[in-house]
């Protein structure tokens, strides 16, 4: 475990803001297990049933709720449709089947979101025509079966022959849970979607980047069971004034592919699959053991502290926001600018007395409107490409 001695903390020297700020970290780290023990919950609940289909043995119809639906033929494959399973499809499946199927996501989108009927007839007759008349191949130039990863009645991911389908998000995060509880890191914050999940451990200390700007460290889990994303360990800050959090500089990031599995591995061992999920859950705890080192977070409390001087003109930092906020968003960041608002680093001044961001004070703003989001998936995003605006993702 990392004590205060190794990080040259002396509670003893703590002014009052000090205090108050590690007050505060301490608040949400004790409600931080409830958080934790829903998020693993969530994960247990949300484990996939698997199954590999060739195109030929799957169709689209419109449901009978007017929504776009899957069927699976159940029985014999001269006569596929005699016996079939209805599912409905998430988005995410559905985004991953048009990008096999080769349709734009734009169409996709707009005739799934329709209320008029032919949209859908039109949409399923598509995906039907386009799976059943091309010929898809595996990397070993066979036939390919397709992974279906479904929850309930739902096809929640569509994925090839070699997604790797056994590193799932349950056995990984309990690793992860496990090792930050060995080195002094406790919950704080997780954030659960369908497709994908996230969890913030925070080291019990602050750190004052500007004078009386407190943030805590920590590191992050990500993962996706349905092809959303990859898995993902990195540093994560949070700042006490306002509670705005920041995932930042993957440390371990690994896609779900493995070698390709041929029919006659469909089934791995319990014994081989065990063995890869160990293999990596000692790679995550080996990361987050230095992810977490006093001199590991030092650097990263100097980089923030660097950010805090370097100030950035208000057109050049749009044009950089611009490239992965939305028009609403970067009107909302314009805004905290403009009113200077108390839960942001304060901001420099022009030389027309206007107000100035610093790339702190943008990184801030950033994680500032993660938290406002009620959409899971954009609030990762945004809180990815923190990293962006420090300059890490070089």
């Not at 590191?219 to 990195?234: A, E, P, T, Y």
Request: aromatic share 8%.
């Amino acid at each position: 475990m990392f004590g205060p001695e190794h990080f040259g903390i002396d509670f003893e020297q703590d002014d009052e803001a000090k205090k108050q700020a590690r007050s505060k970290l301490q608040a949400r780290i004790q409600i931080g297990g409830e958080v934790q023990a829903r998020l693993i919950e969530h994960c247990a609940r949300n484990i996939p049933r698997d199954r590999y289909v060739p195109p030929a043995l799957m169709r689209f119809k419109r449901g009978e709720k007017g929504n776009l639906v899957i069927q699976y033929a159940r029985g014999s494959y001269t006569d596929p449709w005699a016996k079939y399973e209805t599912i409905g499809i998430h988005k995410n499946a559905l985004r991953q089947l048009s990008e096999t199927a080769g349709i734009d996501g734009r169409y996709v989108s707009k005739l799934n979101l329709s209320d008029e009927p032919w949209r859908i007839e039109l949409l399923a007759h598509n995906l039907n025509e386009l799976f059943h008349k091309q010929q898809f191949k595996n990397r070993l130039k066979e036939r390919a079966e397709f992974l279906h990863r479904l929850v309930g009645d739902e096809l929640r991911g569509f994925l090839t022959q070699s997604y790797n389908r056994h590193l799932l998000s349950l056995p990984l995060l309990r690793a992860f849970i496990d090792v930050c509880a060995e080195v002094g890191a406790s919950p704080v914050r997780a954030l659960v979607g369908d497709t994908k999940i996230g969890l913030q451990c925070y080291l019990p200390y602050v750190f004052e980047i500007l004078r009386k700007d407190f943030v805590a460290f920590g590191v992050w889990f990500g993962n996706s069971d349905f092809g959303d994303g990859r898995l993902k360990i990195s540093h994560t800050f949070m700042r006490l004034r306002g509670f705005g959090s920041a995932v930042i500089e993957d440390s371990y990031n690994r896609v779900h592919l493995g070698g390709v599995v041929r029919t006659s591995d469909l089934k791995l061992s319990d014994e081989v699959a065990k063995k890869e999920i160990d293999t990596v859950a000692s790679a995550i705890q080996d990361v987050v053991r230095q992810i977490l080192r006093p001199e590991a977070v030092e650097r990263i409390c100097e980089v923030l502290a660097k950010a805090a001087e370097e100030e950035i003109p208000w057109e050049k930092l749009k044009g950089n926001l611009g490239k992965f906020l939305n028009k609403k968003e970067l009107a909302d960041v314009e805004k905290m600018l403009e009113l200077q608002i108390e839960d942001l680093p304060p901001p420099g001044v022009d030389k027309d007395g206007n107000p100035l961001a610093t790339r702190w004070w943008a990184a801030a703003a950033v994680a500032h409107l993660s938290e406002s989001k009620v959409d899971v998936d954009r609030a990762i995003e945004l809180k990815q490409e923190v990293s962006r605006l420090l300059g890490l993702d070089k």
